[in-house]
């Protein structure tokens, strides 16, 4: 338990806690789910000091409290990404509290039941099971679900999401090897698992923080609602009306170049089309077997190879004029298109017309 000794715990709280509180200081633009999020990485920090003053120095609070809060780490990610959903889709209310029966429980098992025969941290190994499963069946059913974000934003939260239920699988997988450890084996790896889940904290939290702050959303009329599908929403194969509905898609991005604007957002679409987002984003996914935000990418890649080949703006001006927003974005999408780098598609196409 040497290694323990090392404030490898309490650093990755502060860097967590760092998250959190610019989180919530951007809290204003996020609305209610800066809420969430910041909630969320406060209680991973308080997590991390928990973790190192119980395994490190036997503090009896922090051995009561931690396993308390670790089960409130999967339902404040879940709602922390409902609400980012925006309005349409889910408004924190007293529904919100079905979620915390299963900390109760475990607070009450801690304090007047502490030879419970089903171990507590069995309870958490499983709750943060059901909660990554919740994530991952979320981007499973809905990839275009951040719908009322613009096109760069709802790529980011859906990686974000994915990211979130992973780091969730993975904590409960190091709470269970640190379980068997102690109780079995005497613990004498516990500070290996301990030291690598505080790595893992810390690299969670570096990846927040390069993470922007400033998600806007959309009114709540702006936002398509559930009930705005039909049941064949859920089929894979193109109806008529999604084929027409692409033609008048394909129409508007000739003539009025939406996806120049890099804050578009498949809500505002379905607005200028007089559609709900859902069906343009079912009709987009069933006719060509993208989601909202390749389609889009798709016209930007073309009207950046268009800028490349006929005009002498530099490289960074182009990736602004064709509608992506950082640099990076551009130049991935860009050789994903291609398979070359914007500049060596001008070099080695310059005396080639475009489309």
């Not at 209610?32 to 395994?55: E, N």
């Not at 999967?74 to 959903?85: E, S």
């Not at 006929?310 to 990736?319: A, E, N």
């Amino acid at each position: 338990m040497q290694i323990v000794a090392i404030p490898l715990p309490f650093s990755a709280a502060l860097l967590a806690g760092v998250v959190a509180a610019k989180v919530l200081l951007a809290r204003r633009q996020r609305g209610p789910a800066g809420l969430f999020i910041g909630l969320f990485f406060s209680l991973l920090a308080v997590q991390g000091l928990l973790s190192g003053l119980k395994f490190g120095y036997s503090i009896s609070l922090a051995v009561y409290l931690q396993p308390v809060l670790a089960m409130l780490v999967g339902p404040l990610a879940y709602l922390a990404f409902r609400v980012l959903r925006g309005p349409g889709y889910h408004t924190p209310g007293l529904r919100d509290l079905l979620h915390l029966p299963a900390p109760v429980l475990v607070a009450i098992i801690q304090w007047i039941y502490p030879a419970f025969p089903v171990p507590v941290d069995l309870l958490i190994w499983c709750s943060f099971l059901v909660y990554a499963l919740l994530l991952f069946l979320m981007a499973r059913k809905s990839p275009n679900s951040f719908e009322n974000l613009n096109t760069d934003d709802m790529r980011t939260l859906t990686r974000a999401r994915l990211i979130t239920a992973f780091l969730l699988l993975l904590i409960s997988s190091i709470d269970a090897l640190i379980f068997v450890d102690l109780t079995y084996l005497n613990g004498v790896g516990t500070g290996l698992f301990l030291a690598t889940g505080s790595l893992v904290l810390i690299a969670a939290s570096i990846g927040a923080l390069l993470m922007p702050t400033d998600f806007r959303f959309l009114p709540r009329q702006a936002v398509t609602s559930h009930s705005d599908l039909s049941a064949e929403a859920h089929s894979s194969v193109a109806t008529p009306d999604d084929r027409a509905l692409l033609r008048r898609l394909d129409l508007l991005m000739k003539t009025k170049k939406p996806y120049l604007d890099a804050t578009i957002n498949i809500a505002r679409i379905g607005r200028q089309l007089n559609v709900p987002a859902r069906m343009v984003s079912a009709a987009v996914n069933r006719c060509l077997g993208q989601n909202f935000s390749q389609y889009i990418n798709h016209h930007r890649i073309r009207e950046a190879c268009r800028l490349l080949l006929d005009t002498d703006l530099s490289v960074t001006d182009i990736q602004f004029e064709a509608g992506f927003q950082t640099k990076s974005n551009f130049n991935r999408e860009f050789r994903r298109a291609t398979g070359v780098s914007p500049s060596t598609y001008r070099s080695s196409n310059a005396s080639k017309p475009t489309d």
